[in-house]
């Protein structure tokens, strides 16, 4: 059982590029819309941007024309393309879908970007 699988984190220099991926269980992805969360310490998980089960994305002031989400939905798994990093873009990255109830979170993937 699959769950919540991130990975392709890193450590990146300011401007320089990551693409993470989230792996998902079926029966979390399909037909839900998936968002990519970040925390670093001291702040709370918030929600950078979210793609629908329709490809449709929206994403936080801070993060938008810079990263950009995606889903594969043959092989359950939401991509995030992060362009033009920033120091402030460090944290542990999560996956999770939209809604009421989220499923149970992943372990993440941390990102760290040097200035």
């Known amino acids: 059982q699959v769950g919540l699988v991130e990975s392709g984190g890193g450590l990146a220099q300011s401007g320089g590029s990551l693409r993470p991926s989230c792996a998902a269980s079926g029966s979390i992805f399909s037909g839900n819309a998936m968002g990519w969360y970040r925390q670093d310490p001291g702040n709370k998980r918030e929600l950078v941007a979210f793609v629908t089960s329709g490809g449709e994305a929206n994403y936080v002031d801070s993060v938008k024309d810079r990263f950009t989400i995606s889903r594969d939905n043959t092989k359950n798994t939401v991509y995030l393309q992060m362009n033009s990093l920033k120091p402030e873009d460090t944290a542990v990255y999560y996956c999770?879908?939209?809604?009421?109830?989220?499923?149970?979170w992943g372990q993440g993937t941390q990102v760290t970007v040097s200035s």
């Open positions: 999770n879908k939209l809604g009421l109830r989220s499923a149970a």
